[in-house]
């Protein structure tokens, strides 16, 4: 089954306003990854939170690790409609290496202008 | 710059025929990966490399070979016994088989006529 699992599916929202993404996952891990996808395009890594770290910041990127829940969010804040793409959670398991990387299926963001 | 570059961008393929997609990186990388993306789906590993000469497969090998004999180069063949070969396929690197953060192409479509 799917470690990383993203939540919701779909999030429409208007230029300016902040859209929060939420992912999802089973067991323990090392660090979970955040990536961004623009249509027909190659990955782009945004941000990597390890296991002992609660929160971490990159210009208008927030991301929240509650390894308790086994859940992370990532919060974008003052959208622009240049944030339109799909978004993706990666979990990289104790011990795994690259290898055992496992990626969600996506969130599809679009900011309207 | 330094990048992954993938080639060719668009590729057809009649049934039966066997197809080579390139994968170059010049950021003097260790480990090297194949993905394979369908239509709303999470990435799926297909075979990884953690140094030259030598490489693993992943989730999803069947159908699929790979060469390592340079550090820069990883080339993935598709076969004809990929049943299934349409398909969006992303080659990546990382400084080693540990590190996190996924460095991507922009990937190569792969449509079977």
């Known amino acids: 089954s799917q470690q990383g699992e993203e939540d919701p599916q779909a999030l429409s929202i208007q230029e300016g306003e902040n859209a929060t993404m939420n992912c999802s996952y089973k067991t323990s891990i090392n660090n979970l990854q955040w990536y961004r996808q623009n249509s027909g395009r190659g990955l782009v890594h945004l941000i990597l939170i390890r296991s002992n770290e609660r929160e971490k910041h990159s210009g208008r990127l927030r991301v929240t690790l509650d390894t308790s829940k086994k859940s992370s969010s990532l919060l974008i804040t003052a959208s622009r409609a240049a944030d339109t793409a799909s978004y993706f959670c990666?979990?990289?398991?104790?011990?795994?290496?690259?290898?055992?990387?496992?990626f969600g299926k996506g969130i599809t963001l679009s900011v309207r202008p | 710059d330094g990048g992954i570059t993938q080639s060719p961008k668009y590729l057809f393929r009649k049934e039966g025929q066997n197809v080579t997609l390139s994968c170059e990186q010049n950021?003097?990388?260790?480990?090297m990966y194949w993905y394979r993306q369908d239509p709303g789906q999470g990435l799926r590993l297909i075979y990884y490399s953690q140094i030259v000469n030598d490489f693993q497969k992943g989730d999803i090998a069947e159908g699929y070979s790979v060469s390592r004999e340079k550090k820069e180069s990883f080339p993935l063949t598709v076969t004809s016994a990929q049943k299934n070969p349409t398909a969006f396929y992303l080659c990546?690197?990382?400084?080693?088989?540990?590190?996190?953060?996924?460095?991507f192409g922009e990937g190569s479509r792969l449509t079977v006529l």
């Open positions: 990546a690197s990382s400084i080693d088989r540990n590190t996190g953060e996924l460095f």
């Open positions: 950021l003097n990388h260790d480990a």
């Open positions: 990666a979990t990289a398991p104790n011990g795994g290496a690259n290898s055992k990387l496992t």
